[in-house]
């Protein structure tokens, strides 16, 4: 089998800026950047914990597909899920009341059932758990808060950022945009191995704190499962480690009703029914690359507080004088082989013993990476033209 590397990288980001005549307080002290490093989780109540932010997490992750369809329409679809989660979960962390609930049932929680505290107790894990050194696929995900010199920021909410998101903090002079702007063009660059050169194109004068989120992930495949349904295809081509590539081929014409049976329950249940099997994948060779406006797809999902000057973010600074002016996603996603399009098993350990199927993926399919330990969607899209140049 020719080895295939798929890349991911994702980045999420909030400009945050004052929308009131209330000037944030002088700190004299700058923010240093800071390393945050914790023993990674043993089993038990950490997993549990992580497990209980998954179901909700996989909701949003269809929730936000349905989203970017709309969106952009007949384009090609890939983001991050659980980067965008963690990145509006970190913002939650520093939100109050309407502000706070809108952000996480936008999420896909239900506040009914689940405190805040158990949330980010659950993002905390979950970021130690896919940082786990034993897996063998390259797999990183940082959180880094860029605040103007002049904010004083709460020293619990500063704690709490570094506990729970693995966060990174640092002071940045916003007086003068245009460097602040290639300092975190430059950040992210360097992050992100040099594929994501620019996230940040612009910037608010006003804006006060910028937060980045965005995640790393390389990895080799191998093996084969597949399944045959009525009018689609999946193959499932594990990482070598614990994460997991799933592509699903409609038949031709038949993406719109495979889109409307997207749930995190059938996605389970067609995981369950895989086989392995001796089969021929062709999988051609994609770069793309996306850019999401998350401010307009979150308040189709009932985030609007944040955004406006309703906005209660008093969990950052004491005063709620700040909101949300932008939020965006970018991604990027290569696949590519070593000289070829066609990979093929020859193992004989497979079922059943018969010829071959053929699989190409020749026209539009979906794409899930998932992480198989803790059952997080790493990242998902549609591609809609696979034959394209």
């Known amino acids: 089998i020719k080895a295939t590397l798929p890349l991911c990288l994702l980045a999420a980001m909030f400009h945050i800026t004052v929308h009131s005549l209330t000037q944030a307080p002088h700190h004299n002290e700058e923010t ?6 914790e ?37 090609n679809i890939f983001f991050s899920p659980v ?27 239900n506040l009914n059932n689940t405190q805040e505290e158990e949330i ?41 950022v570094k506990k729970l998101y693995k966060g990174e903090v640092v002071s940045c002079n916003f007086q003068d945009s245009t460097e602040a702007k290639k300092e975190i063009n430059g950040h992210v660059k360097n992050k992100t191995h040099g594929n994501i050169i620019q996230i940040l ?28 349904y009525l009018s689609f295809k999946v193959v499932q081509i594990p990482y070598k480690g614990d994460v997991t ?17 997207l749930t995190k329950d059938t996605v389970s249940k067609w995981k369950k029914s895989l086989a392995r099997w001796r089969i021929e994948a062709y999988i051609p060779k994609l770069s793309i690359s996306t850019t999401y406006d998350l401010k307009k797809m979150l308040m189709n999902l009932g985030v609007t507080d944040v955004f406006s000057d309703w906005a209660d973010l008093s969990g950052i600074i004491g005063k709620p004088d700040l909101k949300v002016s932008k939020a965006a996603h970018k991604a990027l996603l290569n696949i590519h082989e ?34 198989q330990y803790t059952q997080s969607t790493l990242c998902m899209g549609k591609i809609v033209n696979p034959t394209e140049k």
Not at 46 to 74: H, L, M, R
Not at 83 to 108: D, N
Not at 133 to 147: C, E, G, I
Not at 216 to 224: E, S, V
């Open 338 to 371: 070593n000289g070829t399009e066609a990979a093929a098993v020859t193992d004989t350990d497979f079922l059943p013993h018969s010829v071959p199927p053929v699989i190409k993926f020749n026209h539009p399919f979906l794409l899930l990476i998932v992480d």
């Open 245 to 261: 590539a799933l592509f699903i081929l409609p038949d031709e014409g038949k993406m719109k009703q495979l889109e409307d049976a």
């Open 201 to 228: 194109k612009d910037l608010d004068p006003s804006t006060l704190l910028v937060i980045v989120n965005y995640i790393y992930f390389k990895g080799k495949l191998h093996r084969y499962y597949f399944q045959q």
């Open 32 to 37: 240093k950047a800071t390393d945050h490093q």
């Open 83 to 109: 980067s965008i989660s963690t990145a509006f979960a970190l913002l939650a962390l520093g939100s109050r009341a309407t502000s706070q609930a809108q952000v996480l049932e936008g999420l896909a929680f």
């Open 39 to 75: 023993q990674h989780p043993r089993e038990g109540d950490s997993f549990e914990s992580c497990q209980q932010i998954v179901p909700s997490n996989t909701d949003f992750a269809f929730q936000f597909y349905k989203q970017a369809a709309i969106q952009k329409p007949g384009k």
């Open 120 to 160: 980010h107790k659950g993002f905390h894990h979950l970021l130690l758990f896919l940082d786990r050194p034993a897996s063998q696929v390259q797999l990183s995900m940082w959180n880094t808060l860029f605040m103007d010199k002049h904010l004083k920021p709460l020293k619990t909410f500063l704690k709490d």
